[in-house]
């Protein structure tokens, strides 16, 4: 099974302020085959990116993703009251499907 | 609009089943493959399985392999997933959600049944 390790677990941050989240695979993930989710409290996950870097519909342009093989990012270029939250990496390139831990991004 | 409506909260005894539905709307039910992930309290993510909406096709992770079954009925457009021999580690919130028509992501997603398991 491929391993998602996500870092920082928690991310202490302002409004305003740049979010960079990490998403490491034990092994490479083929195709670029990653997405990233958003979930808040008592709600369902949200799905951001898919394909490492493509936005989902509707997802505001401050959200970006890169990366390939085993080193993937998100950032968020400026953070909104709405996005503090949990986000998770997703991995869809090998069975099974495996998800990382999560990054809190709380407000400092 | 897509919509994934899933039944409400369960508490079941330890060695019982649960089913939980997930009934769909806003597409049509032919085209996507339907995804179940759960959350054990305060944890991440959890893929448990996938099931084509024709019936004909499911997978399951090797952890839930012979514990778990996914079926469908396509007179109401509703996904089912049954879990068997319950134990406590089992208490969590189980998600459906709908495969992207692009990948094994998921694009809309239910909102979560809670199924407890306790003595």
């Known amino acids: 099974d491929i391993v998602l390790t996500q870092s920082p677990a928690t991310l202490s941050l302002s409004p305003g302020e740049r979010a960079t989240l990490a998403c490491g695979a034990s092994?490479?993930?083929?195709?670029?085959?990653l997405a990233w989710y958003q979930q808040k409290p008592g709600l369902a996950p949200r799905l951001l990116i898919y394909?490492?870097?493509t936005r989902a519909t509707g997802i505001p342009d401050r959200f970006s993703g890169s990366g390939s093989e085993t080193d993937f990012t998100l950032t968020i270029s400026s953070l909104e009251p709405e996005d503090f939250a949990v986000y998770y990496c997703?991995?869809?390139?090998?069975?099974?499907?495996?998800f990382g831990g999560g990054t809190k991004v709380e407000i400092k | 609009q897509v919509q994934l409506v899933q039944s409400g909260p369960e508490v079941k005894r330890p060695g019982a089943a649960v089913k939980v539905s997930c009934k769909t709307s806003?597409?049509?039910?032919?085209?996507?493959?339907i995804h179940w992930v759960r959350q054990a309290p305060g944890q991440g993510l959890e893929w448990m399985g996938i099931?084509?909406?024709?019936?004909?096709?499911?997978v399951s992770a090797q952890k839930f392999q012979g514990r778990v079954t996914m079926t469908r009925d396509t007179s109401t457009n509703t996904v089912y997933m049954e879990l068997s021999s319950l134990r406590s580690d089992d208490t969590a919130m189980y998600f459906c959600?709908?495969?992207?028509?692009?990948?094994?992501?998921?694009?809309?997603w239910g909102q979560g049944t809670l199924v407890t398991v306790s003595s």
């Open positions: 394909d490492a870097s």
């Open positions: 997703q991995q869809y390139g090998d069975s099974p499907l495996t």
């Open positions: 959600a709908r495969r992207h028509v692009y990948g094994d992501f998921m694009d809309y």
């Open positions: 092994k490479s993930v083929s195709g670029t085959y």
């Open positions: 099931i084509h909406p024709n019936g004909f096709k499911t």
């Open positions: 806003g597409y049509s039910f032919t085209k996507n493959y």
